[in-house]
């Protein structure tokens, strides 16, 4: 089964924490990806530049409309992701608590199957 | 495949699985007989050998040899290995079938057990398994080498018991199976696959009820293949299926094994499905199904094997014999299950049954909540146009700024 396990940033949570705190954060992830590597459940990971620098496009009467900023208003932002196969969503879960992130006051690691293309008969 | 790649595919597995026993040491094995087949692709066509497993034998063995003397541990492998008890040499088929029994073995995870078993018996490269899986080549090649590594001691009293062999046969072949009809371009062929294997096991073990059994389920299930998707690769339900388009050859032989395994008189939960399986495929039609065979059938397969997907398919079985409400009182049961409570297969069949009850406002919830659980694209589309059909008003025509589609 496939997961995408979302980072969820938090700014003023994040800022809450030390220089220090935050660098081991990021160090950490070093061995969360080595781990999961390691087990055979890694696919792909990718980090996201910061939301002011996203764009929204929206099409009208076929003319492409692109204006700046975000498309959810909303303090917290997607920084990133892991997209993971793992065995079950209990799996997922438990890979999903070893993100340091989701050990930050304040922040949460969001786990979201991913869609597939096959299906039981009904 | 040319017919000189098939024989070299199934006799991997026999050579591998006879290394293993002679030597342990399951990665090395399979190195040393992955260039020994890989002399045999550039020998072989210059002159076929008289024994080409044999020959393999021989090579794979020279090469598991100059591996270990380039090796400092040499001397003390070879100690271990003379202290080895080789009592009698078993058949090339014993062989394969243990490598079988090893490949799933239970400190392995399921995912891990398909992968080792579909590379190391079932010849596939890692490269295909990975597609088949829609994974990265290197994500497959991790999970098969740390499967090896637990495994590297070679057979031991703890290998995989006869259930568990099974279910990684049926887990190859459900993967398959239920592929849609775009992964079928891309994917290595799991259902033919697993069906190969199954013969595999029945050869090296025919007084088996439930491997006779397992190999009737599928060869029953797979005849429906090309009735269960739509040309726009759509699910299309048993009930609905256009039954001439069902493989004959393979109802015909699916329903020998099946009767046959049945015969043996004991009771075993592929013997159950297989049989469950034989009275669909034998119905001309939905209507003229012997459900009540199949509700008994269903049963004794909840006494014997208890399991809530088995409940949910006994409940449309006993929706049919005695109507609706019945079905839904035994789902009913399901609810405070926390396997099962929240599985989109619950939801979807109490829309079912809800359907059949004559309550399209309850159905189309439960259609629209199973649609919502489920992580299956195809099986998503399929709820979400059954919840459709029971809109109480027409939907209303998409606003659209560009052009009419």
Known sequence: MKFLLMLHMNPSAWEALTEDERQAVMNAHEGFMAAIRESGEFINTQALADPSTARVVRVRDGVPVVSDGPYIETKEFLAGYYLVDCESQARALELAAMIPDAAVPGMGVEVRQIMFDAGMEM | ?405
Not at chain 2, 343 to 364: C, F, I, K, S, W
Request: hydrophobic share 45%.
């Open chain 2, 1 to 405: 495949m040319s017919g000189f790649e098939a024989d070299l595919r199934a006799l991997a597995p026999q050579v591998l699985g006879t290394l293993v026993r002679r030597h342990g040491q399951f990665d090395a094995c399979e190195d040393a007989v992955q260039e020994a087949l890989l002399a045999a692709v550039t020998q072989w066509p210059s002159g076929m050998p008289d024994d080409p497993r044999a020959w393999l034998l021989t090579v794979a063995t020279r090469r598991l040899t100059d591996m270990w003397r380039s090796e400092s541990a040499r001397r003390r492998r070879e100690e271990a290995d003379a202290l080895r008890t080789v009592p009698s040499e078993p058949s090339a088929v014993d062989d394969t079938l243990r490598l079988l029994f090893l490949c799933c073995h239970p400190d392995l995870s399921p995912s891990s057990q398909v992968a080792l078993t579909l590379r190391a018996v079932g010849g596939l490269t890692t490269a295909q398994i990975a597609r088949a899986f829609l994974v990265p080549e290197a994500t497959m090649a991790q999970r098969i080498s740390r499967a090896k590594a637990r495994v590297r001691g070679g057979f031991t009293e703890h290998d995989g018991a006869l259930p568990a062999v099974l279910q990684v046969l049926y887990l190859i072949f459900n993967e398959g199976y239920t592929a849609g009809a775009g992964a079928d371009l891309l994917n290595t062929d799991l259902t033919a696959e697993a069906i190969r294997l199954t013969r595999l096991a029945r050869a090296a073990l025919p007084d088996e009820p439930e491997v006779t059994a397992l190999l009737a389920l599928m060869l029953l299930t797979d005849a429906r293949r090309p009735a269960r998707t739509a040309p726009d690769g759509g699910l299309v339900p048993l009930e609905e299926q256009d039954r001439t388009l069902w493989n004959r050859d393979q109802i015909t032989e699916g329903v020998r094994l099946a009767s046959s395994a049945m015969s043996t008189g004991g009771l075993g939960p592929y013997r159950l499905q297989a049989a469950i399986a034989a009275v669909h495929a034998e119905a001309p039609s939905a209507a003229e199904t012997d459900w009540r065979q199949i509700a008994v059938l269903y049963r004794i397969l909840s006494r014997i094997a208890p399991n809530p997907m088995v409940t949910l398919s006994h409940a449309v079985a006993v929706a049919m014999v005695e109507g609706p409400s019945a079905g839904l009182a035994l789902l009913d049961t399901l609810d405070d299950d926390s396997r099962v409570a929240h599985h989109h297969r619950l939801a979807a069949v109490r829309a079912h049954l809800l359907e059949m009850t004559g309550d399209p406002t309850a159905a189309r919830a439960a259609y629209l909540a199973a649609a919502r659980a489920t992580a299956s694209a195809p099986e998503q589309r399929y709820l979400t146009t059954r919840a459709d059909r029971l809109r109480a008003d027409p939907p209303a025509p998409p606003q659209m700024t560009t052009s009419s589609e």
